[in-house]
């Protein structure tokens, strides 16, 4: 079955593979006679589905044994309280605001910590650019320093994580990644925690993931929910209250799907970022060899997973669209508080979407002339 090309920014795209093989698996899991949803989250069943998902992740993302990974509720909104509630200690806390997500989580942190220092920023830029690590004036005995590491709606990413250690911090650094997980490597040597919803690129809304280095755990507030205590979270392995366990299904068969992957020589996630580059190379290009198109953001630190746009005559957005969507290029509108459009192109979109949106992109501006 061919299916329309998807750039929503999430919910997002799921390999079709994965959505085959779970529909071919809904109402009986391996002659277990049971559906996933309808299993007891500690059964032997569920448990060897837990146990690989698991697995899988840590070999796809090369996670150290030093670090533990949860399979937590709540998505990146309800990390934002949660990092807090877990690691504060009630005392400083850092963040670098480089767009709408790291200000949404820095301005929830206000409410457990007793100090919250912006340390860099480049809200004057219109977050098009990202504050250089070595300016960023790093707060004395912090707890943690905040970054989100892909801003979604502003199209923002970081290339490189920034070495804490260098800028003369020891504060662990926690980042988001809800919106480019898996789609290239993680330097963990650099992180303290990383936190992510699973809907952009592992899996269905309602599945938070997060990897967290052991020594951060056991120091939670004695107001965090014990549901949220990272500790009470590691030591019941994800199963302290029942996890989500459609969402763990899932995003283990996106794990066995990325790990089927192959570019070259490189399988799983490295073979991803080699597509991700090709993909995210042909879209900016195609904007910037036009004249109908336009992205704002600083070359050295746009997104490759989400691209923003703007059309240069804004009144023919609506046409734009209506067009996309007759040729079966789907969700191409912009976040409402940027405008414009936005192409998300984590890993289920493939190149050919890519190029169909090209195509389609150049086949406007000359129906324009
Ligand atoms: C989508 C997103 C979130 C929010 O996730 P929810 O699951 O809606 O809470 C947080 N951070 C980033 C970077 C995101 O892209």
Redesign the pocket.
Known sequence: MTRPYNFSA?PAAIPADVLEQAAAEMLDWHGSGMGVMEMSHRGKEFLSIYEQAEADLRELLAVPSHFKILFMQ?????ENAIVPLNLSRAGVVDFVVTGS?SQKSHKEARKYASEVNVVATAEDTGFTTLPDPATWTTSRGASYLHI?T???INGIEFHQLPDLNALGSDAPLVI?F??HVASRPVDWSRVGLAFG?A??NLGP?GL?LVVVREDLLGHALPTCPSAFDYKIVADNQSMYNTPPTWGIYMAGLTFQWLKRQQEGALTGVAAMEQRNIAKATLLYNAIDNSQLYVNKVAVNCRSRMNVPFFLRDESRNDAFLAGAKERGLLQLKGHKSVGGMRASIYNAMPIEGVQALVDYMREFETKQA
Not at 74 to 78: C, P, S, T, V, Y
């Open positions: 999430g709540g998505g990146g909104l309800a997500w989100c892909n801003e979604t988001d809800s919106s919803g809907q952009k809304a938070t």
